[in-house]
Each structure stands twice: as C-alpha cells, then as structure tokens.
C-alpha cells in the first residue's frame, strides 16, 4: 500500500465521517426547530370561565410530546409577577390540528385509562401528550385591585431528539389577556357584592 492510498483512505473516512455528522446535525436542528414551532402553535395559555372564588387559565398540550408546565405567569402593567396555582388536570384536552375540532375526553382505546398531568418536583406540572390542566388566580394573589394585566407567559421544557430538555417561554395572545382582565375584574366585582 502507497503512502497516497493510504492518505485519500484517510481523506475518504474523514470526509465520509464529516458529511453524515452534518446531515445528522442538520436533521436534529430541523426537528428541534419543527417540534418548538408545533409547541407554539399547540400549547397555548386560554382562559376558563370564572367562578365564585378564581379566575382561570387552561393550558392544554394538543402535541404528542410529554412537556413540563414550570411555570404560569402573569405580568401586571406595573411589571408585578403573579405566578398562578396549579388545581389539577381538566380531564379535557383541545387539539387545535383542525379548526372543526372540539374538546374531547381523552380516552386510550385499549385499557381505556386515562393519562393525567399531576405536579412533579418544584411544584412543576407535568403534561402529557393531548391532556390539559387548570392554573387559578385569586385577589389574595394580587397586590392592588386595579392591577391590569399586561401579559400572560406560560414557561416549559420538552425533550429535544437526543432527550435533553429544552426551555421556551410560549406568550398567550393579547385577547387572551384582555379576557383574563375582564374576567378578574367580573370576579372582583362580584367578590365585593357578595
């Protein structure tokens, strides 16, 4: 063997090695960035209709990814953070893959149990894939009376495809927070009459 042959083996192995490396890297981005635009579109914060004691926020994974609720968050308009309480799964998901979808029990066909989000450590909440949970707002939590909402975040983490978990903030939409507003100002209006 030549010292040639064995320098364009080398070459050919080091090329070879680099080119699957890239496509592999560049499949790992791609997914990554497919799965983060699917969580923003299908994980988003809505609101729930208010009762005697809390206004509440619903926040449903229509993915079929498990992702962890770290943390539900509203801002006020004096940038007062307010992170909201978990209550507890709905039982009810909303999958927003096609506009003529309801919400729908979620049910597995064959044992016909039903997956659950449920708190983990820190008090961070856990959301399987097409399951949804209830956060609540009480006036205990809000410093002053008149405070007006300016955003509502919603922060979690998922698994990327090498199983590491990444952290994204996902913002409700600003008619979500307009309703949450009126919502909290329904519920101290009736608060204060009751």
């Given at each position: 063997?030549?010292?040639?042959?064995?320098?364009?083996?080398?070459?050919?192995?080091?090329?070879?090695?680099?080119?699957?490396?890239?496509?592999?890297?560049?499949?790992?981005?791609?997914?990554?960035?497919s799965?983060?635009?699917?969580?923003?579109?299908?994980?988003?914060?809505?609101?729930?209709?208010?009762?005697?004691?809390?206004?509440?926020?619903?926040?449903?994974?229509?993915?079929d990814?498990?992702?962890?609720?770290?943390?539900?968050?509203?801002?006020?308009?004096?940038?007062?953070?307010?992170?909201?309480?978990?209550?507890?799964?709905?039982?009810?998901?909303?999958?927003?893959?096609?506009?003529?979808?309801?919400?729908?029990?979620?049910?597995?066909?064959?044992?016909?149990s039903?997956?659950?989000a449920?708190?983990?450590?820190?008090?961070?909440?856990?959301?399987?894939?097409?399951?949804?949970?209830?956060?609540?707002?009480?006036?205990?939590?809000?410093?002053?009376?008149?405070?007006?909402f300016?955003?509502?975040?919603?922060?979690?983490?998922?698994?990327?495809?090498?199983?590491?978990?990444?952290?994204?903030?996902?913002?409700?939409?600003?008619?979500?927070?307009?309703?949450?507003n009126?919502?909290?100002?329904?519920?101290?209006?009736?608060?204060?009459?009751?």
């Amino acid at each position: 063997m030549s010292l040639l042959s064995i320098v364009q083996s080398i070459f050919g192995t080091v090329t070879s090695f680099v080119i699957w490396s890239g496509l592999v890297y560049l499949f790992y981005v791609l997914r990554n960035r497919s799965l983060e635009h699917k969580l923003r579109q299908l994980i988003r914060p809505s609101r729930s209709d208010p009762d005697e004691d809390r206004v509440h926020v619903i926040c449903a994974n229509g993915t079929d990814v498990r992702v962890t609720v770290r943390d539900v968050r509203l801002i006020t308009t004096d940038d007062n953070h307010i992170s909201l309480t978990y209550l507890g799964d709905t039982g009810d998901v909303i999958s927003p893959r096609r506009p003529n979808d309801i919400i729908a029990r979620r049910r597995n066909g064959v044992t016909m149990s039903e997956e659950k989000a449920g708190l983990i450590e820190r008090n961070f909440v856990e959301l399987p894939a097409q399951t949804a949970g209830l956060w609540a707002l009480t006036a205990a939590q809000v410093g002053q009376a008149d405070s007006r909402f300016a955003q509502c975040l919603l922060v979690i983490d998922y698994p990327t495809l090498l199983n590491t978990r990444k952290l994204m903030v996902v913002t409700a939409t600003d008619d979500i927070v307009a309703a949450l507003n009126d919502d909290f100002r329904t519920y101290l209006a009736e608060r204060d009459l009751g």
